[in-house]
């Protein structure tokens, strides 16, 4: 036949993968020629990897299907384990290594230099890796069985979508935009035998993570090589000099979990089975939602027939019901993360919104994104509050393109909300105030990339006002707008203690008169500024809280009520 077409990725890491089949089959007198193919997954820079379930593979396989190619060469954990009855795998390469590793941006506690890590054997219990992470890190990764895997040991962590290529992600690193991203050991080693770890990685510190705790993803470190199915007769001498049987034995078996349990991107499994022996984990289907609202989960063991024994977590209500305790949290925040978290610490909480938020969906901007140009050129999305990542996330709906751009969220509340709500964000500023995110802005994000905000219709524009000053380009539109929710509440004491998480619950609070405490936290030295206007506020202590609002409200409830509610 004539010279065979190998289409592939144009990652480095793709091409390598090719150059590999293609020296396979040119040693044995065939002629190649290797065909580079953008793909959806390579178009974008947006969280919701688990959206587009095969988007790495789909472009490429539907040249084959054109007949612009001969063969396809795919990392085999990204071909979904329903596909095109059109396309079959012809062969599966020798496996290379199934770990993760993960990589500091710090030298961690019991960590090596990432060159020695590749050059050895050894692994660190799952443990002794969570042990070395920051409290209320920031983790890369846009793998859902990543994400739920860390997450179902260290809930305090924000995970964060770093997408492109592993170059691109360890770049991300050295930025300082995470504490941690965890990537796929056979892709570094790849990388490396062709010297194209980006430059300063030879100053990362690592660990690779115990296969026993943190099992691959089915496939990982195999190459899979697709045909069309017609053709695997004819290319059966293809299948002779490339397939690995014990590697096809085992990917296959892996892969029939995987689709005994549902299968793909959004299906947070770990298995890997050789000799016949499976070791895996699968989160519960609920594993977003309770990380996110601050519940606890656990992973469940996946037995050798791909079974595994369901787990839902039950939550409490927690809005507008008051209960007996001499002193309570009330919040207008209405968040059911922090008031968890703050129950687990003995603290009585109540959710008391009073504010009604509503998306304005006419105000958002017609926008699409010139894939022509590069993508460090391409705007980002910053969302000041819980409530714009939600907007935010809705209407990815009716405007697609949002969902491939970064999003920054403001602080840790903010990233999980966009987590929660299916987009999580790729950059978190940790601000607490304007002021402390337009630093960010300007100390980290290029002076060239617009920036569109959503905002509320009760904020105002002093933080575009002082990006523009700054010579960014931004776009900002009111997003969602502010309007009091009329709310009934009896039974506030003197020693319950209020959290008024903005200016405009502030005033909703008043408009409804209702009690207010002697003592009130405020979110912001704005909104502690729009009480002190109010008159029904007068004589009440106001503190404004500094730093994540959680573990502010439980450090000043430990130094200021804990003794009196032990008593």
């Known amino acids: 036949m004539n010279k065979l077409r190998l289409g592939s990725r144009t990652s480095r890491l793709a091409m390598w993968q090719t150059e590999l089949v293609a020296?396979?089959?040119?040693?044995?007198?065939?002629?190649?020629?290797?065909?580079?193919?953008?793909?959806?997954?390579?178009?974008?820079?947006?969280?919701?990897?688990?959206?587009?379930?095969?988007q790495f593979v789909k472009s490429v396989d539907e040249k084959l299907i054109l007949g612009e190619i001969d063969i396809?060469?795919?990392?085999?954990?990204?071909?979904?384990?329903?596909?095109?009855?059109?396309?079959?795998t012809l062969a599966y390469l020798e496996r290379g290594e199934t770990s993760d590793i993960i990589l500091f941006s710090f030298k961690a506690k019991g960590s090596r230099r990432l060159i020695d890590v590749m050059n050895s054997s050894d692994s660190n219990d799952l443990n002794e890796v969570l042990e070395a992470f920051p409290k209320g890190g920031r983790i890369g990764t846009s793998s859902v069985r990543r994400q739920s895997f860390f997450l179902s040991r260290r809930d305090d962590v924000i995970p964060?979508?770093?997408?492109?290529?592993?170059?691109?992600?360890?770049?991300?690193?050295?930025?300082?935009?995470?504490?941690?991203?965890?990537?796929?050991?056979?892709?570094l080693q790849r990388l490396g035998a062709l010297n194209a770890l980006p430059e300063g990685s030879s100053d990362i510190y690592a660990m690779r993570i115990c296969p026993n705790d943190w099992p691959t993803a089915p496939g990982q470190g195999a190459i899979a090589v697709h045909c069309l199915t017609e053709r695997l007769e004819e290319l059966g001498f293809i299948r002779e000099s490339l397939n690995h049987l014990q590697t096809e034995s085992s990917v296959n078996e892996e892969r029939r979990i995987l689709r005994s349990l549902g299968g793909g991107c959004r299906t947070p499994v770990g298995v890997?089975?050789?000799?016949?022996?499976?070791?895996?984990?699968?989160?519960?289907?609920?594993?977003?939602?309770?990380?996110?609202?601050?519940?606890?989960?656990?992973?469940?063991?996946?037995?050798?027939?791909?079974?595994?024994?369901?787990?839902?977590?039950?939550?409490?209500?927690?809005?507008?019901?008051?209960?007996?305790?001499?002193?309570?949290?009330?919040?207008?925040?209405?968040?059911?993360?922090?008031?968890?978290?703050?129950?687990?610490?003995?603290?009585?909480?109540?959710?008391?919104?009073?504010?009604?938020?509503?998306?304005?969906?006419?105000?958002?901007?017609?926008f699409s994104i010139d894939v022509s140009l590069p993508r460090d050129e391409w705007p980002i999305m910053v969302l000041t509050s819980p409530f714009a990542s939600l907007c935010a996330s809705k209407m990815v709906g009716h405007i697609p393109d949002l969902a491939k751009i970064q999003w920054l969220a403001m602080g840790?509340?903010?990233?999980?909300?966009?987590?929660?709500?299916?987009?999580?964000?790729?950059?978190?500023?940790?601000?607490?105030?304007?002021?402390?995110?337009?630093?960010?802005?300007?100390?980290?994000?290029s002076i060239d990339t617009k920036l569109l905000i959503p905002r509320s219709s009760a904020g105002?524009?002093?933080?575009?006002?002082?990006?523009k000053k700054f010579g960014y380009s931004v776009d900002s539109w009111i997003g969602y707008e502010n309007s009091q929710k009329n709310v009934k509440l009896d039974g506030i004491n003197n020693d319950d203690v209020l959290l008024i998480s903005s200016p405009s619950s502030a005033r909703s609070w008043d408009q409804n008169e209702l009690v207010v405490p002697n003592t009130v936290l405020c979110m912001g030295t704005t909104t502690k500024t729009e009480i002190q206007k109010i008159e029904r506020f007068e004589n009440?202590?106001?503190?404004?809280?500094?730093?994540?609002?959680?573990?502010?409200?439980?450090?000043?409830?430990?130094?200021?009520?804990?003794?009196?509610?032990?008593?």
């Open 272 to 366: 890997e089975c050789l000799n016949g022996e499976s070791c895996g984990y699968m989160a519960p289907e609920n594993w977003r939602e309770q990380y996110s609202i601050g519940n606890a989960f656990e992973l469940l063991p996946i037995d050798k027939n791909g079974s595994v024994s369901k787990s839902e977590v039950q939550t409490r209500p927690t809005e507008g019901i008051l209960s007996n305790s001499s002193s309570r949290l009330i919040s207008t925040l209405n968040s059911e993360r922090m008031g968890n978290k703050l129950r687990n610490r003995g603290i009585d909480v109540v959710n008391v919104p009073v504010i009604e938020l509503v998306e304005t969906k006419q105000n958002w901007p017609e």
């Open 72 to 88: 396809a060469v795919h990392s085999s954990k990204d071909v979904p384990v329903d596909h095109d009855d059109r396309i079959s």
């Open 160 to 187: 964060l979508a770093v997408r492109g290529r592993v170059e691109t992600r360890i770049r991300r690193l050295l930025e300082g935009r995470i504490e941690a991203v965890i990537l796929a050991e056979a892709g």
């Open 412 to 445: 840790p509340g903010t990233a999980r909300s966009c987590f929660q709500n299916g987009n999580p964000a790729s950059i978190c500023a940790n601000a607490g105030n304007s002021k402390q995110l337009e630093n960010y802005i300007k100390e980290n994000i």
């Open 540 to 567: 009440t202590q106001l503190i404004v809280l500094d730093g994540p609002v959680t573990e502010s409200v439980g450090v000043w409830w430990d130094e200021n009520r804990g003794l009196k509610n032990e008593a």
């Open 23 to 54: 020296k396979k089959l040119v040693g044995r007198e065939n002629k190649v020629d290797i065909i580079g193919i953008k793909s959806s997954g390579d178009l974008s820079l947006g969280g919701n990897l688990s959206d587009n379930i095969g």
């Open 460 to 467: 105002n524009e002093h933080m575009t006002n002082n990006l």
